[in-house]
C-alpha cells in the first residue's frame, strides 16, 4: 500500500481536521487526527490492518493494543496476521481479574506493540513497560501517525524503536 493511499483514507474518513486543539498531554496543536473517526472507518482499518501486516517482522508471536485507543488497530491487524492479542491497560481495573494485560501472553514471546497516535510517546512507554513486567519481550511499537514530538526519541531512551505507517510531515504535506 502506498502512503498516499493512507493518506487520502484518513482525509476521505475526515479524521484530519484543522482548528486550535488541547491535546491529551496538555500541549496545543493547530491540526488534529481523530483516532475514532479513523478507527471506526472500515476502509481505513482494513488499510492499516495490510499496512501493519506487511510491516511486523514475521518473529511475531503477539500483538499487543494499547487501550482503548488501539484495540480495533491491534483486532484487525491480529485477524490479518492470524496472531493471538493482548490489550495492555493503563492502569488494572478495579475490579474482575485486575488485571493490566488482558488476554494470553505467555514469558519471553515476542510481541510487537500497536497504537493509533504518538505525540509524546508517554502512553506507549506505559503499555510496554506493563507488557515487559508481565514477562514480554517488546522492543518495537508501531503507531499509524507519529506526530513528531518526542515520542520516537522517549520510546529510544528506553531501547524501544518507534516505527509509524505516517509521520505527521508526510500527513500534512499538502498544508505546508
Given amino acids: 500500500m502506498a502512503d498516499s493511499e493512507l493518506i487520502a483514507a484518513l482525509k476521505d474518513a475526515k479524521a484530519v481536521q484543522y482548528g486550535e486543539f488541547e491535546l491529551s498531554h496538555g500541549g496545543t ?20 490492518a495490510e499496512a501493519f501486516a506487511d510491516a511486523i517482522d514475521d518473529n511475531t508471536e503477539t500483538l499487543a493494543g494499547v487501550a482503548l485507543g ?23 481495573k478495579e475490579y474482575g481479574t485486575a488485571k493490566r494485560i488482558e488476554g494470553r501472553l505467555n ?32 522492543d518495537v511499537i508501531y503507531v499509524v501517525v507519529d506526530r513528531e514530538e518526542g515520542a520516537k526519541e522517549l520510546l529510544a531512551e528506553h531501547d524501544i524503536e518507534l516505527r ?13
Fill in 70 to 92: 488501539a484495540v480495533p488497530l491491534v483486532a484487525v491487524t491480529a485477524v490479518e496476521m492470524q496472531l493471538p492479542y493482548v490489550i495492555a491497560r493503563k492502569k488494572a
Fill in 29 to 48: 496543536s493547530d491540526y488534529y487526527v481523530d483516532k475514532y473517526l479513523f478507527e471506526t472507518d472500515p476502509t481505513c482499518l482494513k488499510l492499516i
Fill in 107 to 138: 514469558e519471553g514471546e515476542e510481541v510487537v506493540v500497536l497504537e493509533d497516535i504518538a505525540t509524546t510517546g508517554k502512553s506507549a512507554l506505559d503499555a510496554v513497560e506493563a507488557l515487559r513486567d508481565a514477562g514480554a519481550d517488546v
Fill in 164 to 176: 509509524s505507517l505516517l509521520t505527521a510531515s508526510e500527513l500534512l504535506a499538502d498544508q505546508l
